[in-house]
DNA sequence: AAGTGGTCTAGACCACTAT
DNA sequence: TAGTGGTCTAGACCACTTC
């Protein structure tokens, strides 16, 4: 695992995402892709996928018959639901100090919800792990994974404090690809209160989640509770169709 | 204006998609990349574009060595955030027979949230245009979009129940190009759940959302509340890094 | 008219999966 | 080993912006 060597593109985009945030661009304005290719001595296709990657994540914006340009509004945008895969990198770019506790790691039969998500017959058994994320002892993030037991290579879970993404890697061989995601206002019931530090009844975000691995098969169930003083996210709509 | 034709991309990727929906592919597994394209007569590259774009919407998912397949579980996603650009549309996906009412339609000297988002000092003026959208009458969405005043052509507004691209397109000749959304749990006010016909408290969803057109200029700034019974959103939210 | 990004082609080679 | 998707190249022409 982990021998992937980036891909020319990614290195292209890398160098040009560097020359951005270091503000070499006169004006804002990137070379024309035809003298980027030159340049770096790569086709103009490779250029095309690497700005088309910058474009997509909001760090430049292209004009036909204009030109290509950085997005200083878009270079700012912080917590990104897109881009999510780890809350403790979430709270590290928020500039915090994060840290995790888990309060619940056991196995169980599973339930109706998450045995509908991941097409489980009652009976079958999930690994739960319930997280609590905080930024200086402040808890701003809850989280419920459920795995199904199956995927589980051996029983040695020491290491479920790992994001989940890396746990699946790790130990059940399985690449995230991809999560179905639901956003839901919640008010938080006593237990949600109580473990995220507010009021019964505060108003948070929630999400309800499964991720499919890079066989398109469910592997996790997800649900996460916010709270909204703390962490507020946001999100890029590009226009696609039309 | 309304000159563009598919692009041949485009085109394979409807045709494509058509066969998905009317089951034409055995077990669900799509064509070689070379088949397709000698099949319709254009290069593979036209062909991965196509199938990329499938991808990214979830009709389809690729494994590198073993096939192209339809995506069952992405395909019945309904409501994807990612792809609201009309709360009508939204709405009839939905199943239901939307209508719209205009609440508000006026010419107001722009307050500090909205000029900060538009960046208009403060004595510039903006046209406010709130709507309320209904299913079978029953309110579902509250919306309120204030466009720089200096944007309006001329003073006829009596198009102002168009989706709000449209509106700016015909009547401002500005391409809306993507918005960046701020997502927000709230418990609705007095007002707020008067409009949307729930009790003062009730805890919804509301978007904070600054739309910007081709130039990346911020050309609208939008707040929407949702009533979260009767429609939740969802998204795909994939991995691009690592 | 010159310059820039957008689309499309034809072909090569690589990485991975299936058998 | 054969077949499939992933990456990359070199080049052509088009659509649009700018001057």
Redesign the interface.
């Known amino acids: 695992m982990i021998t992937r060597n980036p891909s020319l593109t990614d290195q292209v985009k890398a160098h040009i995402k560097e020359q951005i945030v270091n503000d070499e661009f006169e004006d804002g304005r990137i070379p024309p892709e035809a003298a980027l290719a030159e340049d770096l001595g790569v086709s103009r296709t490779t250029i095309r996928d690497a700005l088309g990657?910058l474009e997509h994540?909001?760090a430049i914006?292209r004009?036909q018959g204009a030109g290509t340009?950085v997005?200083e509004?878009?270079l700012q945008?912080r917590s990104r639901?897109?881009?999510?895969?780890s809350y403790e990198q979430v709270l590290e770019d928020h500039g915090y100090t994060p840290s995790v506790q888990i309060l619940t790691d056991e196995i169980l039969t599973v339930n109706d919800d998450t045995g509908a998500a991941l097409g489980l017959v009652e009976g079958d058994e999930v690994l739960v792990v319930e997280k609590l994320f905080l930024e200086n002892d402040k808890p701003v993030v809850l989280t419920r994974n459920r795995i199904p037991a199956t995927l589980l290579a051996d029983d040695d879970r020491s290491h479920d404090d790992l994001p989940i993404?890396e746990f699946l890697e790790e130990y059940c061989d399985r690449r995230?690809?991809?999560?179905?995601?639901?956003?839901?206002?919640?008010?938080f019931n006593t237990d949600q209160a109580r473990k995220l530090g507010v009021k019964r009844g505060t108003?948070?975000?929630s999400f309800v989640?499964v991720g499919?691995d890079?066989?398109?098969e469910p592997v996790v169930h997800a649900t996460s509770y916010f709270r909204?003083d703390l962490l507020?996210?946001?999100?890029?709509?590009?226009?696609?169709g039309?």
């Open positions: 990657k994540e909001g914006f004009k340009f997005n509004a878009g945008i639901l897109e881009e999510i895969w993404y995230l690809s991809y999560y179905v995601s639901e956003i839901i206002p919640v008010a108003v948070g975000l989640e499919f890079q066989d398109n909204d507020r996210f946001r999100m890029i709509r590009r226009r696609t039309t």
